[in-house]
């Protein structure tokens, strides 16, 4: 075990709420708290709070934020750590970085939410030992980060997989889709609100063998296809709330080596292609943590 | 201008042509030839005879090969360097890298076409300057590479992108897709192949106001917008014998926009996010070159 002079700090700041933790890593977590996403003013208060006080007693070193967004961030920009243009109300062009810089003076990483996820699992889950995979969240939205060569990527913002277009057969499925950006893009028929929506109950209380999951399966499957061409993981993690439906990871599986038809991943190794987190509701944070001790170790060896 | 003791050797392997080229890069060609793509033995036997005879005259250095594929581009697999499942006849487990490796004894550095075409706008075409881009290829297939933090990416093998699903409409377009592994994917909807069996002409006689333009700028739009949102490129270069069809750029640009409705690019920004290459039908050979430096450089550093 590190010794407090090691003390790290981290956020998932998702949009219904924002877990903060203190300790050396995942697996020596000192505190930590569970504060609701309220409004950015309200909420960023308690989150300081609770640093601060624990920052008093004993020095954080380090902090890791992995945030919802779309987030600016480009370090050289004046908005860098903003979520920008969120559809959550009241969340648009907040500073979530700087309020939480001022108030605690050491270095900050801050990432996506599904960039920290895919580092999460990338450190200490199910994607020990790999250069590349891909963590795909599916809730109340669509999100998904990569890490490429042991490094999440950016390019010129961050992916923004959940609104990939993917074939939509309205004779099959008359349901519209309800991005409200896109329509019948990937989140717009397959996130959870969207199951609500098309069948008029909860995701969660469908039955097992409800045909909602054949169908949800199906737009997963095709979702991971481009996906997998795209950038070619290693392993794809799918996680998020509708992922707690196991049912669907065999029904994804075996649509998904249809689908792809001998390219970039095949029956042999489909198993180990589409997993579930090894972190379960946990892979976030502790890519934060990840984040934390990758900013401070990169600053020990700048000096 | 370089000494001859800096002398590369680069091949454009491709399923028509091989290009190989000899000079200190992509702006002192010093001998060039075009060979065409026959059998693995005849074409492997006159690219080395050509290497050789230079190597013999004035000794390269280093050598860079961007390849046709689908390519093993594990190093530590049995068959790295090898053309594996293609579609091109008689190249199926063809060994390319292995006998120009045991001709011609220099620093070798193999990847995609794609990968290389991308490499070459980047260092000396419309990327330069940028972290990340994207170079699609839209002629007989359909092929992507991808440069993120200035390197090609590769993940478990290397990108496919011609072969992401994308929305096709079959009440507006009856053609059932030509692509023998996936029929309607990207690259069965909109490679020049493709266009020629929907519209029963060659693609390059079709007149500039044709319907066929229209219908093709629609699916190159909407796989753009999946490339844009997965990988976050800062530009997408759009290369390939379909796309000497200019017309296109200006129809691509509009849809794009209008799909990705506010993310990964804006109308202010489009006409630099979607881009003919600079170099033309040159972008691969000059990636060839790129590969050839970046390969002796970092044997230079280790030493």
């Not at 750590?81 to 801050?110: E, H, Q």
Request: include cysteine; aromatic fraction near 6%; glycine fraction near 12%.
């Amino acid at each position: 075990m590190k010794t407090d002079s090691q003390l790290l700090g981290a956020i998932e700041a998702g949009g219904n709420k924002f877990i903060c933790a203190v300790g050396t890593g995942p697996h020596d977590v000192r505190d930590r708290v569970c504060i609701p996403t309220t409004t950015p003013k309200e909420t960023l208060v308690k989150v300081i709070d609770f640093f601060q006080s624990r920052h008093r007693k004993a020095p954080l070193v380090a902090m890791g934020i992995g945030s919802f967004g779309p987030l600016d961030l480009q370090r050289d920009s004046p908005t860098y750590g903003y979520i920008t243009s969120t559809p959550k109300p009241g969340w648009d062009d907040t500073d979530v970085l700087g309020p939480i810089r001022d108030a605690i003076n050491v270095p900050i990483a801050f990432d996506t939410d599904v960039n920290a996820s895919a580092l999460g699992e990338h450190r200490s889950g199910v994607g020990v030992g790999l250069h590349s995979l891909v963590y795909v969240t599916v809730g109340t939205g669509i999100g998904g980060g990569a890490i490429l060569d042991g490094h999440p990527i950016h390019g010129a913002t961050h992916p923004e997989m959940g609104h990939i277009r993917i074939p939509h057969d309205r004779a099959s499925d008359s349901f519209a889709g309800n991005c409200p950006y896109h329509g019948d893009c990937f989140e717009g028929l397959a996130s959870g609100p969207a199951i609500e929506a098309r069948w008029g109950r909860r995701a969660e209380s469908l039955p097992e063998h409800h045909p909602a999951w054949a169908l949800e399966a199906e737009y997963l499957a095709v979702a991971m296809a481009n996906i997998a061409v795209t950038l070619s993981p290693q392993r794809i993690i799918l996680g998020g709330g509708v992922m707690k439906q196991r049912q669907l990871f065999p029904m994804i599986r075996r649509r998904l080596v249809e689908a792809l038809n001998g390219y970039a991943v095949t029956q042999d190794s489909i198993n180990e292609f589409i997993v579930p987190p090894a972190r379960e509701d946990d892979s976030g944070i502790a890519g934060a943590f990840a984040l934390a001790q990758d900013i401070l170790d990169s600053k020990q060896e700048a000096t």
